[in-house]
């Protein structure tokens, strides 16, 4: 299990901007995510704000993620996240078009070949089974669907609207075979991963279930039983 | 000299997103720097990109600013820039309002304001005597006006219209006799940043003047001398 | 009282897009307004949807005005509102940088400059004092200050904070002795209206208050006893 | 031919921001055009200003779009364009996303859905043959492809990049047998008409073409002999 390795089913851990998660805790935090998928044999990333990415990738073994991309090359860009920073700063991926940062449809392909050019992997987010189809088009390593109103909620999108996961995976692949699906809002359970997983993800994006639990460590143990449940 | 030194006259450099100061290149222009600023007493900082803060923070002394931060506090905020998380990477302050990375007004006055609660000085940026004097009623550190026509364009604000930069002084003065006023664009000798000082700024905004040059610690040797002749 | 009469106390009705101020229901409230107004002696102007101010333009006689323009000048603008084209339809003045339509810094005062070469009132809004006196710096015929929070709250800015209005009517001032001052948000009643007056106000700006309304004519009475106790 | 008369092939002039097609002009040109139109048996619409949409349609028989709508329903959102204030002033459809105004992609999916609500026809243009494909997969009554490089340019999408056009109507078809595909994009002469239709498309967008010509009726003259050939 290696800094590129996000073979299936992949658990991908977005710390957005949460206090819990900033700095010297983000490092904190994905040691212990990354105990917790190396004792379970669980392929797991993590997705900590700009400034963190150099310290944690130097600090674990997992991939680390960007949670945005700015659609720009080189040059005189003050204030945007360029890929290649990401890259050099020791980041295997990054997340385009999350729901609390939301590109134009043209930025969206740009942001996907610029990350691929720049060596990283790229996760798009789309809310609707619609918009899952449209940005697999962009040819993304993997698409990732959240209902927005669900993000957050502590009601997991496999279990409250396990149609648009089935619809998602289905319409992505109609046009897409290659892509991997995450599905992610509201998942906070094993129950919630096992889910998932049966509606045909090949994993899941996660927030705050993890990063505001009072003991994120058997939060993530818990996802694992849910893995270890669909693989048997 | 040490990190929150911005005594005058003060020299920003932003190191925008020029491959040139990415990533190991950010810390070793950093590091060169930081050692004409040393030889030559001048007050210096730099603002790299976010990926490159906090590798840059531990490598020098000077101060490290980010080119931008967003109008957020902590929480979900996916791909969003939070003034803490540049305070605990070892950022200083922030550039705020970029001619590059422009804001609504009503973001300048939040972001002013999470910066200073999170113990981040403010350079905010305008492009015209009467936007100066706008951002400096947000009460930021330094305001620093810059038109945009001559960024990046090797003819020095200072030279080419120094009515500009003098009418901003007193325009920025006329409502706010604290701030700090630096002026930028187009500067790249000494004798740029010594009619700039000489128009009433103290300090000066530079990028592509440095970050681009063939040698940026003999134009920064020059920039010092501009110091020095004002000083004396 | 004709199409650019904004005298003293003046009276600005917004109709967002409420779909009963939209179309022919637009015309039909604009009428209203137009009546009760010349009944009781008091300068009022329209704030209509785009599409509606040619129309409303040609059935009444008060100020109409457009509720945003973009920062630009003619050209290829696809889906762009230009000064010129509002001004064409008979528009007489525009509204700037409304709370619902917040623009960066950089194209208010570009809007404003537009705005004038086309012939074109302005109404700058800004959400607190420090961004009332910061717009009156970009010298529009008049500043509104509509504190967000309390907009389509039904309680009345002159009542519930009043120190925004005073504070920003000193500061304005401090900074521009010319630009007419207007307030808005929450304002239901005539001792709403008078208590604006009374706080250095020349006018309201007001949207639910009387668009959404059971009889707009009945609300648009009382106001006019607001400001016929002022002037007193 | 009326005005929800959208049949094949179709010709869409986008009136943009210019002076020569705003106010008076607009409704000049829009009954030039619908005189050529029905002399040569061409089914075409206009897509003029928002201010001017309800002055063109009293004016002509042919179907008029907006430039742009915003993904709202009615309420609060002062300076926003609302597809029902579209349809009442007599549009007939709406551009969604052109290059000049383009959109999140989520927008893109509700502005659709908000046509359609409304009774607008939509029109979602893209740059590249992905994109067009993404759009296509919302449901709009028509796709337009239209790379950016080229619009303005005098060099025509159908003779410089013909393969963008039969790689989008491809591409298109492969999600949305149904949707109808058009062109544009430095179109000027019915040679570059007759182009676009051999390629697969089923109707033009033109903007500066028509509306920058010394004899709009000219250039449309000639678009229709492209017409008449492709069809013999």
């Given at each position: 299990?290696?800094?590129?390795?996000?073979?299936?089913p992949?658990?991908?851990?977005n710390?957005?901007?949460?206090?819990?998660?900033?700095?010297?805790?983000?490092?904190d935090?994905?040691?212990?995510?990354?105990?917790?998928?190396?004792?379970?044999?669980v392929?797991?990333?993590?997705?900590?704000?700009?400034?963190?990415?150099?310290?944690?990738?130097?600090?674990v073994?997992?991939?680390v993620?960007?949670?945005?991309?700015d659609?720009?090359?080189?040059?005189?860009?003050?204030?945007?996240?360029?890929?290649?920073?990401?890259?050099?700063?020791?980041?295997?991926?990054?997340?385009?078009?999350?729901?609390?940062r939301?590109?134009?449809?043209?930025?969206?392909?740009?942001?996907?070949g610029?990350?691929?050019?720049a060596?990283?992997?790229?996760?798009?987010?789309?809310?609707?089974s619609?918009?899952?189809?449209?940005?697999?088009?962009?040819?993304?390593?993997?698409?990732?669907?959240?209902?927005?109103?669900?993000?957050?909620?502590?009601r997991a999108?496999?279990k409250?609207?396990?149609?648009?996961?089935?619809?998602?995976?289905?319409?992505?692949?109609a046009?897409?075979?290659?892509v991997?699906i995450?599905?992610?809002a509201?998942?906070?359970t094993?129950?919630d991963?096992?889910?998932?997983?049966?509606?045909?993800?090949?994993?899941?994006?996660?927030?705050?279930?993890?990063?505001k639990?009072q003991?994120?460590?058997?939060?993530l143990?818990?996802?694992?039983?849910?893995?270890?449940?669909?693989?048997?």
């Amino acid at each position: 299990m290696g800094r590129n390795d996000f073979s299936e089913p992949f658990l991908l851990i977005n710390f957005k901007t949460y206090l819990e998660a900033t700095g010297k805790r983000a490092v904190d935090l994905s040691r212990k995510i990354e105990q917790v998928a190396q004792s379970n044999d669980v392929r797991v990333g993590v997705a900590p704000q700009f400034c963190d990415i150099a310290q944690v990738a130097t600090q674990v073994q997992i991939p680390v993620f960007a949670q945005h991309i700015d659609p720009i090359v080189p040059g005189a860009n003050t204030g945007h996240v360029l890929a290649e920073s990401v890259r050099a700063a020791g980041g295997s991926g990054t997340l385009i078009n999350h729901s609390e940062r939301t590109l134009k449809l043209v930025d969206i392909e740009k942001s996907v070949g610029h990350a691929r050019e720049a060596g990283l992997s790229t996760v798009v987010c789309a809310g609707t089974s619609t918009l899952a189809a449209a940005v697999a088009l962009t040819r993304p390593d993997m698409v990732a669907i959240e209902p927005p109103e669900l993000i957050g909620s502590g009601r997991a999108v496999s279990k409250e609207r396990p149609e648009v996961v089935s619809d998602s995976v289905r319409r992505v692949r109609a046009v897409n075979p290659d892509v991997r699906i995450l599905c992610g809002a509201g998942i906070t359970t094993g129950e919630d991963v096992y889910a998932a997983l049966k509606l045909g993800a090949q994993g899941v994006l996660v927030a705050s279930g993890v990063v505001k639990a009072q003991k994120p460590e058997d939060v993530l143990v818990d996802f694992c039983k849910g893995f270890r449940k669909y693989n048997l």
